[in-house]
């Protein structure tokens, strides 16, 4: 079945119950099979791997692997063999819920190379594994039950992208149709785009070529289309902008072919959004800012992308906050009509047509107090933080999961470290000086935001292809377990081997030259600044946050006003503030192409015919699987085969 969508116009027009009427009827797949005793062991066993991996090389880069389309295409493959076997064939649905448990399980990598292991160092205490496993469970399910309020209004009601979510439900609608001449097709096509980003990743991988080049063919030097293509232009090391290197402005030309591929799943809208919030920030704003002295050298003594992003990360995120409240609470009716029948039995209660297909929002309003409390309970016992200070900052962290929900909706882009900043320092204001309390109720944001954002990514492939929400959160939360006891078991194998627990200087070597866990060094930076209150912060911080909020404000009443007309995102422009400009310019640069060659442009009479148009969705998730998949492979050549 060719996955079916509304038109933009029908997505302004429509009311959220014709949606829901069209959805019932033209994409819901009713009972196949999904959540699986078999599904959810492949997932179970993919996502610990997929975890395991994710924390090994992020403790060598900082990086983190996303899972999902690689998950998706592994498991395909499995059963493809299993099934010249005779083993029955795994349907889509049972593959999207796979999805579901092995992308979250590859979320629960993160504490283990941030906010836990900065909290181990700065306290000198080893946690113990099971009270690692406890924490990261309990609060990633907190971000469950955050998500599912949001659910209909960004998926059902305003059907926003979600890039990396699209592009795992055209690869699973691709490979489990190729059997009719349109899936094949499209196969093909998938397959095409695949290959070529694959080859072009291949000869940006540094890894690999100089492992093939060097380490087996014993050339001197290994050759290699670099990533970053300033080397590649003669004097670009002393190119400046307005007397400011381009590196120091996150300005380098670069071409990433998987973000290009994300731009083209976003739309032109939003990737020129992207584009005027990077040009605001990095061509007018940060350089005026360091020539003033409100943006200063680090410890290095030199300027870059993390001193640029202490100060751009607040007006970038105040525009997202007031943006995303704006968008939300525009369509009150939404919101009531998802928590219809909360209360008790109402006599319209059979008007909401997907009651039982949808996640009982009941959950929601009675597990997040009851996780909210086992969850201060956890940090007081475990962090020494008190429990109403953990209680406080909750609302803060449903605001912030909000925020984020919005920008990876629109962009497919998390702002995690952005919004566990924002908790960060209102936790300094309310506990100057409690360093462990800043790191333990950020990892808290940290993990809310995440997963309540990566949740809704899972869910827009399930919902393109007709499965019950409902069943993928349960596998969500299958995930859960299997990332966090895989993760967790493997960060004491690979980082605490020969530890003395009683030593903080022994527990220091956690970070070490083999594992050097860069996000760890940044938030125990943040941390140590921002426990000191908001005196630390630039002067002219509160007055970007004012500015950048109300023009937020101004923009998204304006795109609520002209339903959606309006040019302009205020949260992807916001989000440029806390990326770098040469990511920005890669998505832009994708959206603006597909733009170019018909898609969006096009009316759906002139599209007919069109091969980029009727082929855009898989085009840009081949494009995204094969960089994806290269760029895996690089750093983990990188990691095993690559000599220090």
Not at 17 to 26: C, F, G, I, S, V
Not at 404 to 418: C, D, E, K, Q
Request: hydrophobic letters at 50%; proline letters at 5%.
């Amino acid at each position: 079945m060719s996955i079916q969508q509304l038109t933009d116009e029908q997505i302004r027009e429509w009311s959220a119950e014709q949606k829901d009427r069209w959805w019932l009827e033209k994409v819901y797949r009713g009972n196949m099979p999904q959540l699986t005793l078999r599904a959810a062991l492949t997932g179970f066993i993919l996502g610990g791997l997929l975890s395991a991996t994710n924390l090994y090389v992020g403790a060598k880069t900082g990086w983190s692997l996303g899972v999902g389309i690689t998950s998706v295409i592994l498991a395909f493959a499995f059963f493809k063999v299993l099934q010249s076997f005779g083993v029955k064939e795994f349907t889509i649905l049972e593959n999207n819920a796979m999805q579901s448990i092995a992308t979250s399980a590859g979320y629960m990598t993160a504490p283990l190379i941030s906010s836990l292991t900065a909290y181990m160092i700065v306290n000198g205490k080893l946690l113990p594994w099971w009270q690692i496993i406890t924490w990261n469970v309990v609060i990633s399910i907190l971000g469950v039950l955050f998500a599912f309020p949001m659910k209909r209004r960004f998926i059902n009601d305003e059907q926003h992208p979600f890039p990396e979510g699209q592009a795992a439900g055209f690869v699973m609608d691709t490979l489990h149709s190729s059997d009719a001449a349109v899936g094949l097709f499209k196969a093909k096509v998938l397959a095409f785009a695949a290959g070529g980003a694959a080859f072009l990743k291949f000869m940006q991988a540094e890894s690999m070529q100089t492992w093939l080049q060097v380490h087996l063919a014993r050339a001197r030097k290994a050759l290699f289309l670099p990533e970053d293509l300033s080397h590649l232009f003669s004097g670009s090391e002393t190119w400046k902008f307005r007397g400011h290197a381009l590196p120091s402005l996150t300005m380098s030309p670069v071409l990433d072919i998987s973000m290009i591929g994300a731009g083209g799943l976003m739309g032109v809208r939003a990737g020129s959004s992207l584009l005027i919030g990077a040009i605001i920030n990095y061509m007018i704003l940060a350089p005026w800012m360091i020539d003033i002295g409100q943006i200063v050298p680090g410890p290095s003594g030199s300027i870059g992308r993390r001193e640029v992003m202490l100060w751009s990360l607040w007006p970038g995120v105040s525009a997202m906050v007031i943006a995303s409240f704006a968008s939300f609470f525009s369509k009150p009716a939404v919101i009531i009509g998802a928590f219809r029948g909360l209360m008790g039995k109402r006599k319209d209660q059979g008007d909401d047509l997907l009651k039982d297909i949808e996640f009982p929002l009941w959950i929601s309003l009675v597990g997040i107090p009851i996780m909210s409390v086992i969850s201060a309970w956890m940090a007081h016992a475990f962090f020494n933080v008190p429990v109403w200070a953990t209680l406080v900052g909750l609302p803060l962290t449903f605001i912030l999961s909000l925020v984020a929900a919005n920008s990876t909706a629109l962009t497919g882009t998390t702002p995690v470290g952005a919004t566990s900043k924002i908790t960060q320092l209102f936790y300094g204001i309310i506990r100057p000086g409690d360093i462990h309390s800043n790191l333990a109720t950020a990892g808290i944001t940290a993990e809310v935001v995440g997963n309540s954002a990566n949740l809704l990514m899972d869910i827009k492939p399930g919902y393109m292809l007709g499965a019950k929400p409902r069943q993928q959160a349960i596998g969500h939360i299958i995930g859960i377990f299997s990332g966090g006891i895989a993760s967790t078991f493997l960060f004491f194998a690979l980082f605490t081997k020969g530890i003395d627990p009683a030593s903080p200087d022994s527990i220091a070597k956690i970070q070490s030259e083999q594992f050097p866990m860069p996000a760890v060094t940044i938030w125990m930076g943040v941390a140590k600044v921002l426990t000191e209150g908001l005196s630390k912060l630039p002067s002219s911080v509160v007055m970007a946050v004012i500015v950048a909020g109300v023009a937020a404000l101004v923009l998204e009443v304006l795109r609520l006003v002209t339903r959606n007309r309006m040019p302009l995102s205020p949260v992807a422009m916001g989000l440029a503030f806390v990326i770098d400009f040469h990511t920005s310019v890669c998505m832009f640069l994708g959206s603006a192409i597909f733009w170019v060659l018909g898609s969006g442009r096009l009316s759906e009479e002139e599209g007919k015919g069109n091969l980029w148009v009727e082929n855009h969705e898989p085009i840009c998730a081949g494009i995204i699987a094969g960089a994806s998949l290269m760029g895996i492979a690089d750093l983990l050549v990188a990691v095993f085969l690559l000599p220090g």
